[in-house]
Each structure stands twice: as structure tokens, then as C-alpha cells.
């Protein structure tokens, strides 16, 4: 069952994300008579809505009844956000104490699904963590949209009992504002995260993400914010400075605002393009040495002989991947696919591919109702290389307006009696060795 906290609605409703996510987000008095303005946009939609934002199967109202339970309770109990009571505020040393405990109580995971917006939701985790992947990021969150609007919360968080350890992420420009919205998914997280990485256009005009490294007071406040007043860690995922040293003194300035874990991608704000732009493992090196919380490191994470590189090279505790894993989600499992397949003759087919793949994520989009985008857009990538073969396949699901599973589960049978069929490749000595996943195998 999909343990949806937010769903009171009966009706599968529509997404309004893409219509609200380039509104942008001021640190400004104004926000409050904004925010009034917009959430009466965002409860009166449009009598004709996309009918691509429909959430993809089912009612989404299908929670646990205990969990939906104890979330009310605690959202009733929330109302005084400065509590005294709630107040994490302790001494250095015993905070980085209790930041370990946190992660060793967690079974310390290495292979962790990055935050991915539209891309990083409850189907696609789990199918992640079938083929390995030990931990998870949600999409990136608006937390002023998540704290006003039942609807986006419904749509845009949901979760279950196995997707643990989770990590939920807001991008934030406003202590209050982001400690009302983490409030409300305490429950069901390991740690609330702060993106202090994203480096797209929309979080220059939003006044989010990678850009408030040039207000750092104010990264300090949203981080203390937090760590004074959840009982659930904080962390923060950022890009690096240009000057190291400014990069070294970020995260010492994050972990004493009380970051209990940094995510570290290894590239600048202005290397926004991965296949052109390496990420410095260095820097994330020098970060690990000059903190003492865990840290995770981000980019160049391609297959599993990367993970083990990055660890060997950088000393962190884990590593994220992102766009590797929406090409190939059972790159943790050890598969690689053909672009990546190593040479020497080293490797097996084990019969797992894309479509494969596919199959299993439009099963789990039907257990755990998604909007239909985020299923197009997986497709699409999961797809990639077959669709080359066949472009007039993939434009006849460009062409198709309303998705169903029926039309998704034929697209792949299409491919199939064409004889299209791209391997996934794993290397004879991992499963030799036994390193190959129980679900995978």
C-alpha cells in the first residue's frame, strides 16, 4: 500500500507543479499577500486541466490508517513552531556524536538515489532499491507551496513503510516558512534536506538552491532554523566554491548551524552540464577532512567501479548518483549498460534490460500512483537507446496525449517483436564473487 499522509481528497486530482514551480520565491514582506494570491490559483483549477498531470492509477487516498493517524496527531501537536521543547540545540561535541549515532543506527548506506526533480518519486526509489540502492532523496520540494497546499503535498510526497531511509528535500529562502513545511514530513523522513545545490535558471529567479551561496547568513539561519527545532537531523546538500578554502569554510559554517550530513557534488554552480564538466573529487576530499559529520559525495557515478573509486578516493561515507540511475536504475546492482560496458570479455548477459525495467516501474507506478508525467519522462529515458532504433515508436508516444498502462506495456511489446533488445551487462568476477542483489540476481 502506498502511505500517502497528505491524501484526503477522493478523486485523483491534477498536478499543478508545472504551473506554479516558475513563480517565484522572495524573501520579501510582500510574501505572505503573494502566497494568499496564489494558493487561491492553485485550489480553483482550470475546468480544463492537463490530463497528462493525472495522477496515473487509482485514488490516491490509500494510506496506512495507523501512520495517517499518528501524522495528524503530530501536524495537531505542531501548531507552537518555536516549541522549546522540540529544541535540538546541544554542544558541538555532542551533536556530531549524535550525527554519527543517527547514520551507524541507519546501517550507514553508501548507494543513495539523488534528489532529482519529477524524477526521484516513490515508484522510482523503490524500484532503485530493489536493484541495491541502500538510501533515497525525494524530488526537490517548494516549501512554501508544500506548506500552504494540501493538493501539491498529496501529489508530490507520498511514501511507504520500505522506502527507508528516506531523505526529504525543500529548496527554501525563509526560516519560518521552511520549518512549517519540514514539520510536516518529520514523521516520515530519516532527514530533513536543505538543496543548497541546484543551479538551474528557475533557482536564480526563485532565489533558492546553489544561488544562496552568495547570502550565506542566510544559509546559516534555514539550517539553524531546523536543527534547533526538529528532532529529525538536518542536511544540506551543496555545490563547491571556485576557491577551496571558501568551499572548506561553507561546510564548517553548515555543520556548526547544526547539519547533521553534507552532500558534496563536486562541480560549480556555473557546470551545469556533467558530460562537459567533470566533478573534483579533490574538493570533496578536502570537505570530508575538514568536517566531522558524515558526507556523501555527488557526480561522476556512472557504474559500480566509480562508487568503489569515489569511496577509495574522496573517504566519504556514500555516494549519490542521478542521471546514471535514470539510464540504468540497476546500476547499484553491478549492471552497466552497453555504453559503459567494459572491454575484454568480462562481462555477461543475465537476461535484464530496459524494457525490462520499464515493466517493473509501470508495476510499481501502479501499486504507488504517480503523476502521468513523471512516468513519460521516465520512459522516455529508460528508452532512450531503443527509441534510436525505432524514432517512430517513441514518436507514437510523443503523439499520445492521455497515457494508460495499457498503451506503456505495448510500447515495450512493440520494441520486443521488432527485436529490439539492448543488454544490461554485469561483470563475471562481481557475480562470481556473490556482489550481485538477491532481487537482481
Same mark, same amino acid.
Given at each position: 500500500m502506498k502511505f500517502n499522509p497528505f491524501s484526503l481528497y477522493p478523486k485523483p486530482y491534477f498536478s499543478f507543479f508545472t504551473r506554479i514551480k516558475h513563480l517565484p520565491l522572495l524573501p520579501n514582506p510582500s510574501l505572505s499577500s503573494m502566497a494568499a494570491s496564489i494558493t487561491t490559483q492553485i485550489a480553483l483549477p482550470s475546468e480544463s486541466p492537463d490530463l497528462d498531470d493525472c495522477l496515473c492509477a487509482g485514488s490516491p487516498h490509500l494510506t496506512i490508517e495507523d501512520d495517517q493517524k499518528s501524522f495528524q496527531e503530530s501536524d495537531n501537536s505542531n501548531s507552537n513552531l518555536t516549541s522549546p521543547s522540540r529544541s535540538l540545540i546541544v554542544s558541538g561535541e555532542s551533536r556530531i556524536e549524535r550525527a554519527w549515532a543517527h547514520w551507524k543506527n541507519l546501517g550507514q548506506p553508501?548507494?543513495?538515489?539523488?534528489?532529482?526533480?519529477?524524477?526521484?518519486?516513490?515508484?522510482?526509489?523503490?524500484?532503485?532499491?530493489?536493484?541495491?540502492?541502500?538510501?533515497? =532523496?525525494?524530488?526537490?520540494?517548494?516549501?512554501?507551496?508544500?506548506?500552504?497546499?494540501?493538493? =501539491?503535498?498529496?501529489?508530490?510526497?507520498?511514501?511507504?513503510?520500505?522506502?527507508?531511509?528516506?531523505?526529504?528535500?525543500?529548496?527554501?529562502?525563509?526560516?519560518?516558512?521552511?520549518?512549517?513545511?519540514?514539520?510536516?514530513?518529520?514523521? =516520515?523522513?530519516d532527514y530533513v534536506d536543505l538543496n543548497l545545490g541546484c543551479p538551474q535558471r528557475i533557482a536564480r529567479r526563485g532565489y533558492y538552491g546553489a544561488f544562496l551561496m552568495d547570502n550565506l547568513p542566510l544559509v546559516k539561519s534555514l539550517v539553524e532554523k531546523l536543527s534547533s527545532n526538529l528532532t529529525v537531523p538536518i542536511s544540506c546538500k551543496i555545490r563547491v566554491f571556485p576557491d577551496l578554502q571558501d568551499t572548506i569554510n561553507y561546510a564548517k559554517m553548515l555543520q556548526e548551524a547544526g547539519c547533521s550530513l553534507l552532500a558534496v557534488h563536486g562541480r560549480r554552480r556555473d557546470e551545469k552540464d556533467m558530460k562537459k564538466f567533470r566533478a573534483n573529487w579533490d574538493v570533496i576530499k578536502a570537505v570530508k577532512e575538514a568536517v566531522q559529520i558524515p558526507v556523501l559525495a555527488n557526480g561522476n557515478v556512472r557504474h559500480m567501479e566509480d562508487v568503489d573509486s569515489c569511496l577509495r578516493e574522496t573517504g566519504v561515507e556514500g555516494v549519490l548518483s542521478a542521471e546514471s540511475l535514470l539510464e540504468n536504475p540497476a546500476l547499484f546492482a553491478g549492471f552497466r549498460t552497453s555504453g559503459w560496458a567494459m572491454n575484454g570479455g568480462n562481462e555477461i548477459d543475465r537476461g535484464l534490460d530496459q524494457g525490462e525495467l520499464v515493466v517493473e516501474y509501470l508495476k510499481l507506478c501502479e501499486k504507488?500512483?504517480?503523476?502521468?508525467?513523471?512516468?513519460?519522462?521516465?520512459?522516455?529515458?529508460?528508452?532512450?537507446?531503443?527509441?534510436?532504433?525505432?524514432?517512430?515508436?517513441?514518436?507514437?508516444?510523443?503523439?499520445?496525449?492521455?497515457?494508460t498502462f495499457e498503451f506503456l506495456y505495448g510500447l515495450v511489446n512493440r520494441l520486443r517483436q521488432k527485436g529490439t533488445r539492448i543488454p544490461l551487462y554485469h561483470t563475471k568476477q562481481s557475480t562470481e564473487n556473490g556482489a550481485i542483489s538477491s532481487a537482481a540476481a
Open positions: 553508501k548507494l543513495i538515489v539523488a534528489p532529482m526533480v519529477d524524477n526521484s518519486e516513490l515508484p522510482f526509489r523503490m524500484l532503485c532499491r530493489k536493484y541495491g540502492a541502500e538510501a533515497a =532523496y525525494t524530488p526537490m520540494l517548494h516549501s512554501r507551496i508544500f506548506s500552504e497546499n494540501e493538493k =501539491y503535498r498529496s501529489q508530490e510526497f507520498t511514501t511507504c513503510k520500505e522506502d527507508r531511509p528516506l531523505f526529504v528535500q525543500f529548496c527554501a529562502n525563509d526560516p519560518d516558512t521552511l520549518l512549517e513545511a519540514a514539520r510536516r514530513v518529520e514523521p =516520515y523522513c504507488y500512483p504517480v503523476p502521468w508525467r513523471m512516468i513519460r519522462s521516465h520512459v522516455h529515458k529508460l528508452l532512450g537507446e531503443w527509441f534510436k532504433i525505432h524514432p517512430e515508436i517513441r514518436e507514437d508516444l510523443n503523439q499520445q496525449s492521455i497515457l
